[in-house]
């Protein structure tokens, strides 16, 4: 009998067609159940097993092959032989899941979830304001063979600008001492009030570390008797403010925040509550710039929030720290690869240059028209958070 005749490559190509169709089935459902896993991680044994035995059944075949088979039989079946390897090995490379749970959080950092050219997911970290790295991997990976994220180890510090504009509220020394109260006059007494804090009350900043006009870092007074004050311990950002364009203009139902990016002063403002009504601009944030603020309003109405990050078809076309979103239609400055099936829109036309959610990370962000800043998250509040 020859040996492409046996059961045995029956059996082998059987199984190769069954690894492709579940490996289809695969990709096509994100979700696996542990049953599935099992089920998928018995196929992977199986073919592997039946590499090891096809591969030995043809070396044995060609060892005892009559010395009157040509040569160019020989290199024919070498050549099917790898073919059939390779598909083996396809099915079984190709057996991956995505992880369908969020990436770990970080406290005080946001993450974007993103696609490689291979399909991979990836989770990239990035520092709140008034934070700035302090160690760690800023990328975290699906483990496909496993469908679940890798450690997280990314970490975000506490910092402050050269400027007086620390509002943290950090208020134990580097030495580990608790802080004074400001408001108070035991163990040390001091003349410091109001005017000399950011918060302008003297009350409100309790015993939280403060910059001062003599002392250019956060510091306190502590609450040990020996020692009068002592620094607390706080990074220095990695940014640096410009422009000084004092209190920020107030928008009717939303309160400013007063913040710090890589572009200097910055405000976003934040809804006290919706309403049924909306208004034309959807970009609630306004940058300190040589001629004062920018312009800038922002939409209280119901559609101006999120439940479902992959619903959302709100008309948010700004990042979180003002920049401007890139239309999803174009593939400049930064391409990507989604698709009209990606938005809840139904064309990519209709997603306009609003934040969305098309690689299913649980949050809402847009490409930027910026190419030094690929990606970054949409400041869009939760619908939970108003009645």
């Known amino acids: 009998m020859e040996i492409w005749e046996t059961t045995l490559l029956f059996c082998a190509v059987l199984v190769t067609m069954t690894g492709v169709v579940m490996m289809d089935e695969v ?30 059944k043809i070396q044995t075949g060609i060892s005892t092959v009559s010395s009157i088979c040509i040569k160019e039989e020989i290199l024919k079946l070498l050549e099917s032989e790898q073919i059939l390897v390779n598909k083996f090995e396809a099915a079984v490379k190709d057996l991956r899941y995505e992880c369908t749970a969020p990436p770990p959080s970080v406290e005080h950092a946001f993450f974007v ?173 306004s940058t300190c710039m040589n001629t004062g603020w920018t312009a800038a309003s922002i939409s209280c109405g119901r559609n101006d929030c999120v439940r479902n990050s992959q619903e959302y078809t709100g008309k948010r076309n700004c990042t979180i720290s003002g920049r401007a979103c890139q239309a999803w239609i174009l593939r400049e400055p930064n391409d990507h690869r989604y698709k009209a099936e990606n938005f809840p829109d139904g064309s990519l036309s209709e997603a306009g240059n609003y934040c969305r959610d098309p690689n299913k990370s649980g949050s809402l962000w847009c490409l930027t028209t910026d190419s030094r800043y690929r990606y970054e998250p949409c400041d869009v509040p939760s619908c939970d958070l108003f009645p």
């Open 27 to 56: 990709s096509s459902d994100s979700t696996v159940s542990d049953a599935d896993k099992n089920i998928h991680s018995n196929l992977r044994n199986l073919v592997e097993h039946y590499i090891k035995i096809l591969q030995e």
């Open 113 to 285: 979830v993103t696609h490689t050219s291979d399909n991979q997911q990836v989770a990239t970290y990035t520092c709140d304001a008034g934070y700035t790295y302090g160690g760690g991997k800023k990328e975290v990976w699906c483990n496909r063979d496993l469908g679940r994220w890798d450690y997280a180890t990314f970490q975000c510090v506490e910092c402050f600008t050269s400027r007086d504009t620390y509002r943290g509220k950090k208020s134990i020394t580097q030495g580990g001492i608790r802080c004074q109260r400001w408001d108070s006059q035991s163990p040390h007494q001091h003349s410091l009030g109001s005017k000399d804090l950011i918060e302008n009350n003297i009350v409100l900043t309790e015993d939280y570390c403060r910059i001062t006009k003599k002392i250019v870092e956060p510091w306190c007074f502590t609450t040990d008797s020996k020692m009068e004050w002592d620094f607390c311990g706080i990074a220095k950002c990695n940014r640096r403010v410009e422009n000084d364009c004092g209190l920020p203009q107030p928008l009717t139902n939303a309160k400013p925040n007063y913040i710090y990016t890589s572009n200097g002063a910055t405000v976003r403002y934040s809804c006290l509550q919706l309403s049924g009504s909306t208004q034309n601009s959807y970009c609630p944030v």
